[in-house]
């Protein structure tokens, strides 16, 4: 019996998708059917600000940016942390649910995808299916749950679903027909820039210092530094802007 269980966790992709489903739903799903949750931090500007959204799409309305003076003259800054498009998807699929729930769907989704897309890029180093589902669960160790609220993962936990996606684009940068790798790094540095802006701090001066290395064993530096800068640059800037 356990060689059959360890026969599906090491050859099948879909048995290892179902089980990060599960395990995300049990740790972080429950919440959703909460009918109370617990203020923390900023916790009221997330859940006014996705509220904001929500009802500008029942309207049939494109968000607007947040008034420069609102939520205590802090405005500005949410802007900067919900740029365009950047929680729509969410909000789009979520917003015939009530506030609370959609709030602590947003997380669940947004876990889940993250934890998704970390065990297939795992894989993407040389990890076996088992270890590539090991790392996804080690991840989850840095998740708090019982501060979820403050919704934090939008921010902090950003960088644990998207530093490996980052780290993987520059190991690749050198290969040939490197777009999708250029335009992975571009989305996972934009991404965190537009959510903690001390997160990606580390997160730019951790890949910096991989960047060097990589560069300094690279066979084909004057490529690796030339035309996949001017990639890179060019996409960071477009993803940026919007």
């Known amino acids: 019996m356990l060689h059959k269980i360890k026969h599906y966790l090491v050859s099948s992709d879909f048995i290892n998708v179902l089980i990060i489903i599960l395990a995300v739903s049990l740790l972080f799903g429950v919440s959703i059917f ?31 940016m947040v008034d420069v003076h609102a939520f205590a003259n ?11 498009f950047s929680l729509l998807p969410f909000i789009f699929v979520t917003m015939g649910l009530k506030p609370i ?8 989704l947004f876990i889940l995808s993250g934890s998704l897309l970390n065990y297939f890029v795992f894989q993407k180093f040389y990890a076996s299916k088992l270890q590539a589902l090991a790392a996804v669960f080690a991840t989850f160790t840095f998740i708090n749950i019982f501060y979820q609220s403050s919704l934090n993962l939008h921010g902090v936990w950003s960088i644990y679903f998207l530093l490996p996606l980052a780290i993987l684009s ?10 999708p790798y250029v335009l992975g790094l571009a989305i996972a540095v934009s991404f965190v ?21 990589q560069f300094v064993k690279s066979q084909n530096k004057l490529a690796l530094f030339s035309k996949q800068s001017l990639r890179l640059s060019s996409a960071c800037s477009y993803l940026c802007q919007r």
């Open 101 to 108: 729930a959609q709030y602590q769907t947003i997380t669940y």
């Open 193 to 213: 820039l537009n959510t903690h802006l001390l997160s990606v701090v580390f997160m730019v001066g951790f890949l910096a210092i991989y960047f060097v290395y």
């Open 170 to 179: 520059i190991k690749k940068l050198s290969e040939p027909n490197s777009w």
């Open 74 to 84: 802090t405005g500005q800054a949410i802007n900067g942390m919900y740029p365009n």
């Open 34 to 64: 909460q009918s109370t949750m617990t203020w923390r931090t900023d916790a009221y500007f997330h859940m006014s600000r996705i509220y904001d959204i929500s009802q500008y799409l029942h309207s049939g309305q494109f968000p607007l």
